[in-house]
C-alpha cells in the first residue's frame, strides 16, 4: 500500500503508542515525586546557555518548566502543573504524582483487556465521589475573624514546610498573612512587591508597609520629601545629543557649533520646564537622566530618580495612583502618583528609594534576605506560593486538614463507591483509590518511613467516624492533624483531583502518535 504520510514521519500506533505514552508519564512522576511532602529532596537545574545558570528547586511547576521534555505525554503534565502554579499556586507536584499514579494504574487495567473508555468512565465517576467526599468534611470560620485568621497562618505554614523557608515557616507565615490581609479580598498580588537582596539570613527578612525602589537619590537633590506629587515617565531626557545616526552637519566657525549646542540645550531646558509645570517635587524615569537636565531638576528642588526599571515604574504608577507618561504638552491630562513620604532608606549596604504612605494603602514591600541569589530565588518561590495560596483561600474560605488525610478520606468514599458499583468499572474506580493513597505513600517514603505499616495503620484509623488522622513525619508516626495544625485550602486539593483525572483521561484516549517531518531547507542555489 501506498505510504501517505512522508517518509521522515514516525508513526506509533495502538498499544505501542499507549506504551509510550506511560512510559513518559512515569519518567516525569518519577522525577517530581521525591520532591513531595515536607522531607522532599531539592532538585538542581543547569541551563546549558551562556552563564551556565544553576537553579536549586523542589517546586514541581519550576522543575517541569525548565525541563526540555520530547516525549509528547510528559508534556501534558509539564502543562497541568504549570497551569495549577497560575490557578492556585500550591500543588504542583501532587498533580503531577497523582496523575502519574493514574495513568500506572490505567496501564494494568489496559494490560486485563479493560478498555480506555470504560477507565476513562470509572475516573470520571471516581472523581466525582472524591470530590463530594471533600466538600462535606471541610470547614470554613469565614464568620470568626480569629480562627479565620488561625487557619490562613496554617495553611501558609503548611505551604512553606515542604520549601526552603521551612526552619523559619512561623516568620514568614506571618508576614504572608499580613501582607495577603492588607489586599482585602483581592487576588492581585502586583501591590505586593518581593525585593530580593543579598546578605545576611533569612531571618532577617522583614515586610515594610509602602513601596521601595532600588536606585538611589542623585547628587544635591532632596533626601526627604513630605506630601509628594509624583511623575512617572519614561522618556528619553538625553536629547542634547544629535540622535539621528550618521547626522553631518557642516559649520564654518566653531560659534556656529556653540549655537547648536545652545539650541539643543534650550529644546532640553523646555521639555525641563514642562515636566516642572505639572506641580510635581518627585520625577521618576524608566530612561537616563544626563547631568543637564538632573542639574535643572536638582535647582528646582525636584527628587528626580532614573533608570528606574519597567517593572519597577509600572507597580510604582500602580500603587501610587497615577499613570505612565510619555508627553508633557497637556498637564490637565496626565494623572499624577501620591504618597506622604519619599525618603532614602539602607538596607545592608544598599540605599534604596521608600515611598510610604501610598495612594493603594494595601500595597506593601516584602524584602528578603538570603546568603545568595539561589537561596533567594528559591525563598522567593516558596514565598509567592504561600502568598498566592492565601490570596486564593480569602476568597474561597474552606479549609481542609492536610498530611495524607484528604487523601484517605476521598480513599474511603472511592473503594465504597467500587463496592457498589457493578461491570468492569468498578476496577477502574478501585484503581483511583490506590492512586489517591500513594501520596501519604509518597509522603512517608520520602521521609524514610515505613509507608506500608503507616498507610495500613492510617486506612484503619479512617474507618472511625470523623478521623482527623494524618501522617506526621516529624514524629515519624500517625498524628491528629487538627492538633498539629496542619491544614490545606479545599481550591487547592480540588484543582489536583480536577486536573489531575483530566490529563490521565487525556492521554488515556490516544491511540496513535504521529511524529511529524521536520521541514527541510530547500536548495534555493
Not at 374 to 383: G, I, K, M, N, P
Not at 447 to 468: C, F, P, Y
Request: overall charge negative.
Amino acid at each position: 500500500m501506498e505510504r501517505v504520510l512522508k517518509d521522515d514521519v514516525v508513526q506509533e500506533k495502538g498499544e505501542r503508542a499507549r506504551m509510550a505514552s506511560f512510559v513518559g508519564v512515569m519518567a516525569v512522576e518519577g522525577l517530581a515525586k521525591t520532591t513531595l511532602g515536607p522531607k522532599g529532596m531539592d532538585k538542581m537545574l543547569q541551563s546549558t546557555g551562556r552563564g551556565r545558570n544553576v537553579t536549586v528547586t523542589n517546586d514541581g511547576a519550576t522543575i517541569l518548566k525548565s525541563l526540555h521534555v520530547g516525549n509528547p505525554a510528559a508534556k501534558v503534565l509539564a502543562d497541568i502543573s504549570k497551569v495549577q502554579d497560575d490557578e492556585v499556586g500550591d500543588g504542583t507536584t501532587s498533580v503531577v504524582v497523582l496523575a502519574g499514579e493514574l495513568l500506572r494504574e490505567a496501564e494494568k487495567l489496559v494490560n486485563m483487556k479493560i478498555h480506555p473508555m470504560t477507565i476513562i468512565a470509572g475516573y470520571r465517576m471516581a472523581a466525582k465521589c472524591a470530590r463530594n467526599a471533600l466538600l462535606q468534611r471541610t470547614m470554613d470560620n469565614k464568620e470568626n475573624t480569629d480562627k479565620f485568621k488561625t487557619d490562613l497562618m496554617n495553611i501558609a505554614m503548611t505551604t512553606l514546610s515542604s520549601k526552603i523557608l521551612s526552619q523559619d515557616k512561623e516568620y514568614f507565615a506571618e508576614l504572608a498573612v499580613d501582607a495577603v490581609l492588607r489586599l482585602k479580598g483581592s487576588t492581585n498580588l502586583e501591590s505586593i512587591q518581593i525585593l530580593k537582596k543579598p546578605g545576611g539570613s533569612l531571618k532577617d527578612s522583614f515586610l515594610d508597609e509602602g513601596f521601595i525602589l532600588d536606585r538611589k537619590i542623585g547628587l544635591g537633590q532632596p533626601k526627604r520629601i513630605e506630601n509628594a506629587n509624583i511623575l512617572v515617565a519614561n522618556t528619553a531626557m538625553n536629547t542634547d545629543k544629535v540622535k539621528i545616526y550618521g547626522a553631518c552637519v557642516r559649520v564654518d566657525s566653531m560659534a556656529k557649533v556653540a549655537d547648536i549646542e545652545a539650541a539643543e540645550k534650550q529644546k532640553m531646558r523646555e521639555k525641563v520646564q514642562k515636566i516642572i509645570g505639572h506641580g510635581i517635587n518627585c520625577f521618576v524615569n524608566r530612561q537616563l537622566i544626563y547631568n543637564f537636565p538632573e542639574e535643572l531638576f536638582a535647582d528646582a528642588g525636584i527628587l528626580a530618580v532614573e533608570h528606574a526599571d519597567f517593572e519597577g515604574i509600572e507597580r510604582l504608577a500602580l500603587v501610587t495612583g497615577g499613570d505612565i507618561a510619555s508627553t508633557f504638552d497637556n498637564p490637565e491630562s496626565v494623572k499624577l502618583g501620591h504618597c506622604k513620604v519619599i525618603e532614602e532608606i539602607m538596607i545592608g549596604e544598599d540605599r534604596l528609594i521608600h515611598f510610604s504612605g501610598v495612594a493603594m494603602g494595601q500595597a506593601c514591600t516584602i524584602v528578603l534576605r538570603g546568603a545568595s541569589e539561589h537561596v533567594l530565588d528559591e525563598a522567593e518561590r516558596s514565598l509567592h506560593d504561600a502568598l498566592f495560596v492565601l490570596s486564593q483561600t480569602v476568597n474561597d474560605t474552606r479549609v481542609l486538614f492536610g498530611g495524607g488525610w484528604p487523601e484517605m478520606v476521598m480513599a474511603k468514599e472511592v473503594d465504597e463507591l467500587a463496592r457498589k458499583t457493578p461491570g468492569k468499572k468498578s476496577h477502574a474506580i478501585d484503581a483511583f483509590s490506590r492512586a489517591l493513597q500513594a501520596i501519604p505513600t509518597i509522603i512517608a517514603d520520602n521521609a524514610g518511613l515505613d509507608s506500608a505499616e503507616l498507610i495500613s495503620q492510617l486506612r484503619a484509623e479512617h474507618h472511625k467516624e470523623n478521623s482527623t488522622a494524618g501522617i506526621d513525619v516529624i514524629t515519624g508516626g500517625l498524628g491528629d492533624m487538627q492538633k498539629r495544625g496542619i491544614s490545606e485550602a479545599f481550591k487547592v486539593k480540588q484543582a489536583i483531583i480536577l486536573s489531575a483525572t483530566e490529563a490521565a483521561e487525556m492521554i488515556l484516549r490516544v491511540d496513535e502518535i504521529i511524529t511529524c517531518a521536520p521541514r527541510r531547507r530547500e536548495d534555493r542555489m
